[in-house]
C-alpha cells in the first residue's frame, strides 16, 4: 500500500474523532494593528483603542478575518505532518461562522474534529475537519467552520 492509501483508510478510521488541539495563542494589539496595517482594514473598532473602551466589548476586538487567519497556525501545531505527506494545501471552506468576537489580549486556540476523508487521485487525500477556534474562559467560541484541506503525498 501507498502513503496516501494508508493515510486514507486512517482517516476514514478517526471520522467523528477529535484529531488535533493546538497551543494558545495570545491575540494582543500589536497583533491587531499588524494586521489592521496589512489587509488595509482599520476600522476604529480594532484600532482605535479609547473610543473602542466605550463599547459593549470594553475595548478593541479582533478582525474576524484574523481569527480565521490563525487557523492555519493552529493546523500546523495540532494537525501534524502524516507520513509521506510533502505538503498541504488550504482547499476552503463549506461553512464558517464568526461566533464571539475575540478581544484585544485573548487567548485562542483550534480543536479539530474530522469530518470526512476521500481520495482525489493518485497522492492527494482530501480531508474534511470541522474547526472550532476556542476563546479561553469563555463558553463560546470565536468561530466554527467546515475546513477542507487537501493533503499531498510523494508519488
Not at 482594514?41 to 483603542?49: M, V
Amino acid at each position: 500500500m501507498s502513503a496516501m492509501s494508508d493515510a486514507l483508510a486512517a482517516a476514514q478510521d478517526a471520522i467523528g474523532t477529535e484529531i488535533g488541539l493546538s497551543d494558545w495563542i495570545t491575540v494582543d494589539q500589536t497583533m491587531i494593528d499588524a494586521f489592521a496595517a496589512t489587509t488595509r482594514d482599520d476600522q476604529w473598532i480594532h484600532i482605535d483603542e479609547e473610543r473602542a473602551s466605550k463599547t459593549e466589548f470594553g475595548g478593541t476586538i479582533a478582525h474576524g478575518f484574523l481569527t480565521l487567519s490563525l487557523a492555519s497556525r493552529f493546523a500546523y501545531d495540532a494537525l501534524g505532518t502524516l507520513p509521506g505527506q510533502v505538503m498541504g494545501v488550504n482547499y476552503g471552506m463549506n461553512k464558517l461562522r464568526f461566533v464571539t468576537p475575540v478581544k484585544a489580549g485573548a487567548r485562542m486556540r483550534g480543536r479539530f474534529v474530522l469530518q470526512g476523508a476521500s481520495a482525489r487521485g493518485p497522492n492527494q487525500m482530501l480531508r474534511e475537519t470541522h474547526l472550532t477556534i476556542e476563546i479561553a474562559e469563555c463558553e463560546t467560541p470565536a468561530l466554527v467552520a467546515e475546513w477542507l484541506g487537501l493533503v499531498i503525498f510523494a508519488d
